[in-house]
């Protein structure tokens, strides 16, 4: 049961130009959702991240936004840079009271390639 | 200076055998985690503890004993070893409830 979904396995993109990375889910008690970064050969980095009540957030070329209704949230990198190339994993979260009781649930990620 | 550290980065082992896998952060986090990439690329949850105390034991089969001697170190151990066991194991760590979580560097497991 995959409750976190990048349909996308791959995404092509010329650089300067926006990538947008799509990623839904599932089941309606996520109320954090955030977005790793992976290179090869290196474990994920964390770039950013939206609560359930916000529809974007934004730090430097890397926005988030999040549709709600629709189960759906997207990264869009603009303007695309050839070190933007890597897996990007979106993942979702339940805030939990218990301390360690949160845990990411990840899709399966998108390889995003920026093009010179 | 590595936040999230684990060793060995690539570890090649034949069935059967009895093999371990150490994360440490340096981060002051109470809570650390293991997650396995598996053949398909899906990162999942296997274990956290928060403070040495197992929290989550996600439905991981119990040749696998994590083990946190304190809040800085989590280990993994994996007895009978298994073709299927073949995977990257991460070692993650967090302090707040928002999830963002600090990766390690990950442990390429090869089961032969």
């Known amino acids: 049961d995959q409750q976190v979904k990048q349909n996308s396995p791959s995404l092509s993109v010329q650089e300067g130009r926006i990538s947008i990375l799509n990623c839904d889910y599932t089941?309606?008690?996520?109320?954090?959702f955030l977005w790793y970064k992976k290179y090869p050969a290196e474990g994920p980095t964390f770039l950013i991240s939206i609560s359930s009540i916000k529809d974007k957030n934004e730090d430097g070329r890397f926005t988030v936004f999040l549709n709600k209704s629709a189960k759906h949230l997207s990264l869009h990198i603009v303007p695309s840079q050839p070190g933007d190339s890597a897996v990007y994993f979106c993942a979702a979260q339940r805030l939990r009271l218990i301390q360690g009781a949160q845990k990411l649930v990840f899709g399966q990620g998108t390889r995003l390639t920026i093009n010179p | 200076d590595t936040a999230v550290s684990q060793t060995p980065k690539y570890l090649v082992t034949q069935m059967g055998n009895d093999k371990s896998i150490k994360c440490e952060q340096n981060?002051?986090?109470?809570?650390m985690y293991w997650y396995k990439q598996d053949s398909k690329k899906f990162l999942k949850i296997m274990f956290s503890?928060?403070?040495?105390?197992?929290?989550i034991n996600e439905t991981v089969p119990n040749r696998f004993s994590p083990k946190s001697p304190d809040k800085a170190h989590l280990n993994l151990h994996i007895n009978s070893l298994e073709l299927g066991d073949s995977a990257v194991y991460f070692c993650?760590?967090?302090?707040?409830?928002?999830?963002?979580?600090?990766f390690g560097q990950g442990t390429r497991l090869t089961v032969v």
């Open positions: 503890y928060n403070n040495k105390e197992l929290i």
């Open positions: 981060l002051g986090h109470d809570t």
């Open positions: 993650a760590s967090s302090q707040i409830r928002t999830g963002k979580a600090f």
């Open positions: 089941n309606s008690m996520f109320d954090y």
